[in-house]
């Protein structure tokens, strides 16, 4: 069975300073990773996928994520952070067992916050 | 270009009663899923479909289903409403390809009481 992980509930980190959302995956087969982020009250918007190629992927926002084979992670990274990167970040993999396209199996969630 | 569009976006039903909600895809995109999000569970796929037909289907007992039109906008219903059924209803829509993202909507908040 497909699988993510992540590990932490809640990231705090100061203005300014670079953060990390961890996320770790298990899938028989090639692994299709996502990163959403969800705000208050909203849908959850998409970040950036790993498909293939190469290891460090560049997303929306200046978040990037390193993808790990030998780790089975797909980190989720930012230089800088700004306090209105505080939200839910989720990291995601497609079931692509399933007989469809789009089941993603989401891990639980992190909570990060940005203080000023 | 327009994003995926779910109505209503809040909803208060009583127990026992039935309840229908509204996805519209991006225009173009086929592939529709459904997913539930408590509290205590997170996200759970419900189901998706593809071209008017049902791929995959999730945990979730029989009260739970959808449908998909030509036009790919897609309903779910969930039928005897239970206290447990409040949750956000999320819709997500892609192309369908292996290696597309999925765009979400804003939800559907659905309250039994």
């Known amino acids: 069975a497909q699988s993510v992980a992540q590990p932490e509930d809640q990231v705090n980190v100061a203005e300014g300073n670079p953060l990390t959302v961890k996320c770790t995956y298990s899938?028989?087969?090639?692994?299709?990773l996502f990163w959403y982020v969800q705000y208050p009250n909203r849908g959850l918007q998409f970040l950036l996928k790993?498909?293939?190629?190469?290891?460090l992927v560049k997303g929306s926002y200046g978040f990037e994520a390193e993808f790990n084979k030998s780790q089975t992670s797909f980190h989720l990274k930012k230089p800088s952070a700004l306090v209105s990167d505080s939200a839910l970040y989720f990291c995601?993999?497609?079931?692509?067992?399933?007989?469809?396209?789009?089941?993603?199996?989401f891990g639980a969630g992190t909570r990060l916050a940005v203080h000023p | 270009k327009a994003g995926v569009t779910q109505t209503p976006r809040y909803l208060i039903k009583t127990r026992g009663q039935q309840v229908t909600l509204s996805c519209s895809p991006i225009?173009?995109?086929?592939?529709v899923s459904w997913y539930q999000q408590t509290p205590g569970q997170g996200l759970q796929f419900l189901f998706e479909?593809?071209?008017?037909?049902?791929?995959n289907k999730g945990n979730f007992p029989g009260r739970f289903s959808g449908r998909q039109f030509s036009n790919s906008r897609s309903e779910m219903n969930v039928s005897t409403l239970e206290l447990g059924d409040s949750a956000l209803y999320l819709c997500?829509?892609?192309?369908?390809?292996?290696?597309?993202?999925?765009?979400f909507g804003q939800g559907t908040r659905l309250t039994v009481v």
């Open positions: 995601a993999v497609r079931d692509i067992h399933s007989g469809g396209y789009n089941k993603l199996i």
């Open positions: 790993y498909i293939t190629g190469d290891n």
């Open positions: 225009s173009g995109h086929r592939s």
């Open positions: 479909y593809f071209s008017e037909t049902q791929r």
């Open positions: 997500a829509s892609s192309l369908g390809g292996w290696n597309t993202e999925a765009f």
């Open positions: 899938v028989s087969g090639n692994p299709y």
